[in-house]
């Protein structure tokens, strides 16, 4: 199981930079992506144990970009890193469950039309609309990230819901999946989650991630399309 988590892991680093400033240090990939950006952070990728030489230096990298201190672990690594991420006055902010799922035996492909969307304006604004207020400038980043690959479900003829998928190698990251309120309850996550597993099996992918907030709504679609609770995602910050 650590292996597969590992392999995670280096995938979500991998494309943690994806059209932002990206640097790395040791076992830490960080990213900046513009002011007040929930995607400013850094990813550990699984291979070691970062130093206090490695914290220092992404410190000054969030410093010279005003950004937060905001670090992203895979739970099986965390017990090595822990001592030293306590000493520095890191703390446990949030945790979201990754769950994988192999691209054999994948569930039928959805009864509700699903699109490629190509123009990235046009998604980001329906997706800040599913997921509200204040969203939409994150969801322009996310769009308009390189490898992106952009879905939006249709019911009765109207955008209902958005999706996103990147592939890295062999693992395909599912992500950025809203609703829009008066769709909810249509099957529009489900159509979306089947439409990306497909996909992503046609470009070669074995494996799919996707993270999900404990107990959310999310969480149960995630599991009826057949994906396994794998570990959890412990984001720590450090105060300023």
Do not use: C, K
């Not at 995938?11 to 992506?33: D, K, M, Q, T």
């Not at 970009?65 to 949030?94: D, E, K, M, Q």
């Not at 039928?108 to 039309?113: D, Y």
């Amino acid at each position: 199981m650590n292996e597969l988590i590992r392999q995670l892991a280096q995938a979500e680093a991998s494309a943690h930079g994806r059209g932002g400033v990206r640097a790395e240090f040791g076992p830490l990939v960080a990213a900046y992506h513009g002011p007040d950006l929930a995607l400013n952070s850094a990813w550990h990728d699984g291979h070691a144990t970062p130093t206090e030489a490695d914290l220092s230096a992404f410190e000054a990298f969030s410093a010279q970009h005003a950004a937060p201190i905001t670090l992203h672990v895979l739970s099986p690594f965390v017990n090595a890193a822990l001592p030293l991420l306590t000493a520095r006055g890191y703390v446990l902010s949030y945790t979201l469950h990754a769950y994988t799922r192999d691209l054999r035996d994948l569930p039928s492909t959805p009864a509700l039309e699903v699109t490629a969307e190509t123009d990235p304006a046009t998604w980001a604004a329906l997706s800040g609309q599913g997921f509200g207020p204040g969203s939409e400038p994150i969801m322009r980043v996310v769009a308009g990230l390189p490898g992106t690959q952009r879905f939006t479900a249709h019911v009765d003829g109207q955008h209902a819901g958005t999706a996103a998928l990147n592939v890295q190698g062999n693992v395909a990251a599912l992500f950025g999946t809203s609703t829009r309120p008066q769709w909810r309850g249509r099957g529009v996550q489900t159509a979306l989650l089947a439409a990306r597993l497909h996909a992503a099996r046609g470009q070669g992918a074995a494996l799919a991630s996707v993270f999900a907030t404990p107990g959310s709504d999310s969480e149960r679609n995630i599991r009826r399309a057949g994906f396994q609770l794998s570990a959890l995602r412990l984001t720590f910050t450090r105060p300023g």
